[in-house]
């Protein structure tokens, strides 16, 4: 059972446009959304954050969008640069409750490539 | 300094081998984890610890056992593993998650296991 999808393996974009990468979730008990960047042979990157009590984050040129009706969040970068070439995963956490942890459920994640 | 380390880069290792993957944070985290990550797959929660103590245990395996000596370190023990077990086990740290939403996850390079 995939409760974090991100349905698009691969997106391609020019440099200077906007890169939109999409992820859907099913578990209404998630409360808060992550964006990692992740190159390859190195860890992830934590890019960017939501709480499920905001619609819109912004942090320089990523903008994290919920649509918590849809369940649905996306991730926009812009401008694109070729440096944000990357394979990018959503990840979602549930409200712990009383036990203090904080486990994240990764999408499959997107490749994206940004052409010069 | 928001760095995670984790040695060693590679290992090979036979199915009756033992081995220990180890961790090291410096930013102060009392959360650290485990993660699983195959080939074109999200990563996957092993295990978590909160305080030192372990409190998130995915059903996995006891042929890995995990270890938290202190607060900034967090190792994995590897006994008779099998050739399913080869990915990259990726160590993360955060802040302990208490009530709503979550604190990022701060990423090392990951080992790169093969069992052989």
């Known amino acids: 059972d995939q409760q974090v999808k991100q349905n698009s393996p691969s997106l391609s974009v020019q440099e200077g446009r906007i890169s939109i990468l999409n992820c859907d979730y099913t578990n209404s008990m998630f409360d808060y959304f992550l964006w990692y960047k992740k190159y390859p042979a190195e860890g992830p990157t934590f890019l960017i954050s939501i709480s499920s009590i905001k619609d819109k984050n912004e942090d320089g040129r990523f903008t ?3 649509n918590k009706s849809a369940k649905h969040l996306s991730l ?3 401008p694109s640069q070729p440096g944000d070439s990357a394979v990018y995963f959503c990840a979602a956490s549930a409200r712990a409750g009383g036990t203090s942890y904080g486990k994240l459920t ?9 052409h010069p | 300094d928001t760095e995670v380390t984790q040695t ?6 036979g199915m009756t081998n033992k081995k220990s993957l180890k961790c090291e944070q410096h930013m102060g985290h009392r959360a650290m984890y485990w993660y699983k990550q195959k080939a074109k797959k999200p990563p996957e929660l092993m295990f978590v610890y909160s305080y030192e103590k ?9 042929r890995f056992s995990p270890e938290c000596p202190n607060s900034s370190l967090l190792n994995l023990h590897l006994h008779a593993l ?6 990259l086990y990726l160590c993360a740290s955060s802040r302990v998650q208490t009530g709503q ?16």
Not at chain 2, 102 to 115: D, H, I, S
């Open chain 1, 64 to 66: 994290v969008f919920l």
């Open chain 1, 76 to 78: 926009h970068i812009v």
């Open chain 1, 106 to 114: 990764f999408g499959q994640g997107t490749i994206l490539t940004v």
């Open chain 2, 8 to 13: 060693p880069k590679h290992l090979v290792m």
């Open chain 2, 54 to 62: 372990l409190s998130i245990n995915e059903s996995v395996p006891s």
């Open chain 2, 82 to 87: 099998q050739p399913e077990d080869s990915a």
């Open chain 2, 101 to 116: 939403g979550a604190y990022e996850q701060y990423f090392g390079p990951g080992t790169r296991l093969t069992v052989t």
